[in-house]
């Protein structure tokens, strides 16, 4: 693999994980309550979501998420885990302390807070079916399947090069800040994920009047 071919293949991993939205204020919200392992075990979750995604365009099970059915599933799922989670998120803000126990929630129940969010994120979905599904299209017809793995590889660099960034950013607010801004930092994550989650509430019933 060339390096631009490399660097743009990580340019397209950091695109899919960098643009603002519920995993990065699960982690966000994660490195402030629970330090860096937690935040960037939401991340990893949320990869294996990636992965699974990736999974269902190398297998050609596309077309089935193009139902409006399932499209409606999906985004009225994505509603629950999010509202869930960001409720969760202002119920525990009033707890924070600088010298909060760590250990408070377990690295798996934050693995899979991250899994589910992410793969019942339509825009995850719509990243893999759309940008990657046409990318790879577009890469079989030039390369070879072990050069495709490699690539596909070199995505999954990007994406968690961005998560261990934003854990390391997180977990470091904890360090810096005063209790009182962790705390309106923490209800400002959780407000942003009932926000996200009602959007997808919202989009869910629209999908299902529409069709």
Same mark, same amino acid.
């Given at each position: 693999?060339?390096?631009?071919?490399? *660097?743009?293949?990580?340019?397209?991993?950091?695109?899919?994980?960098?643009?603002?939205?519920?995993? &990065?204020? /699960?982690? @966000?919200?994660?490195? *402030?309550?629970?330090? %860096?392992?937690? /935040?960037?075990?939401?991340?990893?979750?949320?990869?294996?979501?990636?992965? +699974?995604?990736?999974?269902? #365009?190398?297998?050609?099970?596309?077309?089935?998420?193009?139902?409006? +059915?399932?499209?409606?599933?999906?985004?009225?799922?994505?509603?629950?885990?999010?509202?869930?989670?960001?409720?969760?998120?202002?119920?525990?803000?009033?707890?924070?302390?600088? &010298?909060?126990?760590?250990?408070?929630? !377990? @690295?798996?129940?934050?693995? %899979?807070?991250?899994?589910f969010m992410s793969l019942s994120n339509?825009?995850?979905?719509?990243?893999?079916?759309?940008?990657?599904?046409?990318?790879?299209?577009?890469?079989?017809?030039?390369?070879?399947?072990?050069?495709?793995?490699?690539?596909?590889?070199?995505?999954?660099? =990007?994406?968690? @090069?961005?998560?261990?960034?934003?854990? /390391?950013?997180? !977990? !470091?607010?904890?360090?810096?800040?005063?209790?009182?801004?962790?705390?309106?930092?923490?209800?400002? !994550? =959780?407000?942003?994920? #009932?926000?996200? =989650? %009602?959007? %997808?509430?919202?989009?869910? *019933?629209?999908?299902?009047?529409?069709?």
């Amino acid at each position: 693999m060339s390096i631009s071919l490399f *660097i743009s293949y990580l340019l397209l991993g950091l695109s899919l994980a960098a643009p603002i939205g519920p995993i &990065n204020a /699960a982690q @966000l919200d994660k490195g *402030i309550k629970n330090g %860096f392992m937690h /935040a960037w075990f939401i991340g990893v979750g949320a990869t294996f979501a990636d992965a +699974f995604y990736m999974m269902l #365009v190398y297998l050609g099970f596309v077309r089935f998420l193009d139902a409006p +059915f399932i499209q409606a599933f999906l985004w009225l799922f994505g509603f629950f885990v999010l509202v869930y989670t960001g409720i969760e998120s202002l119920l525990t803000a009033g707890q924070i302390t600088i &010298n909060m126990n760590r250990r408070s929630e !377990s @690295l798996a129940k934050t693995f %899979f807070s991250g899994f589910f969010m992410s793969l019942s994120n339509p825009l995850t979905i719509l990243f893999w079916l759309g940008i990657y599904g046409s990318v790879l299209a577009k890469a079989a017809s030039t390369y070879e399947k072990e050069q495709l793995v490699l690539f596909s590889g070199t995505i999954f660099i =990007g994406i968690f @090069l961005w998560d261990f960034t934003m854990a /390391a950013i997180a !977990s !470091s607010f904890r360090k810096l800040l005063t209790t009182k801004f962790l705390f309106l930092t923490s209800c400002l !994550s =959780g407000l942003s994920l #009932v926000g996200f =989650g %009602f959007y %997808f509430g919202v989009q869910g *019933i629209m999908t299902l009047i529409v069709h």
